[in-house]
């Protein structure tokens, strides 16, 4: 049976009408982008077998578009939809920082690192620069390493907050092994970082680690 003979109540775009699109399973959301699926398949059918070869959804979302293009019930016409909206989150992310929206919100930063560094073959480590309101001035992907670390120096992370007259810093860097749990390597960074940082006035609010899973806060564990 093809979606549109399903009853409306079914049917992933009247829901996402209806209800938002919180309500759509990873399949679903995939289907709408397709439009139709291969030969004898309906799209969901045909999204769900992408996310079971080829997932989860954030390891096929993380694909390069031409090697999404590839695969088959995509192409390079929905290859080009999904980066595209993926760009879209990513540059609306991009305009709250611009426009100098607060990170107060521990998650929302949490999720601001998390969409720039999450997927990254290498560990990089980057910094949020704020203003006395915590109102965003710059981010900086300011040392990249190698699939287990990279040399964080704090002396060029006082430079560069000095530069951007920055009163308070986020840092966050990703774990490309997707295992979200700090290490003790993280733990000492963090706690060099706040005592530079403090020579000069300035505050350490939170280090994030990006990975598998939701960002882990070292400040919510109480190690910042």
């Known amino acids: 049976m093809h979606i549109r003979d399903w009853p409306s109540s ?32 309906d799209a969901i059918a045909t999204a769900r077998e992408l996310l079971q070869l080829h997932g989860p959804l954030r390891a096929l979302l993380e694909r390069p578009p ?6 088959p019930g995509l192409g390079p016409a929905r290859a080009c ?23 107060d919100d521990p998650m929302a930063a949490g999720r601001y690192f998390a969409q720039r560094l999450r997927g990254l073959p290498r560990e990089v480590f980057a910094v949020l620069f704020l203003d006395t309101r915590h109102r965003a001035l710059a981010f900086e992907e300011m040392f990249r390493g190698t699939l287990d670390g990279a040399e964080v120096h704090p002396r060029e992370v006082v430079r560069r907050a000095l530069a951007h007259n920055a009163a ?35 505050r350490l609010l939170d280090h994030f680690v990006i990975a598998d899973g939701p960002p882990v806060s070292l400040a919510a564990r109480g190690w910042v």
């Open 168 to 202: 308070a810093l986020i840092v966050g860097h990703n774990h490309p092994s997707g295992n979200p749990e700090p290490s003790a390597a993280d733990r000492a960074l963090t706690a060099r970082l706040k005592q530079a940082l403090s020579l000069v006035d300035l």
């Open 66 to 71: 031409g090697e999404l293009a590839r695969l």
């Open 10 to 41: 079914e049917r992933p775009r009247e829901r996402l009408l209806a209800q938002g699109a919180g309500v759509l399973s990873d399949a679903e959301l995939l289907a709408l982008f397709l439009g139709s699926g291969l030969r004898g398949r």
């Open 81 to 103: 939809l999904l980066a595209a909206a993926l760009e879209l989150g990513h540059r609306r992310l991009g305009a709250d920082l611009e426009r100098g929206i607060a990170m």
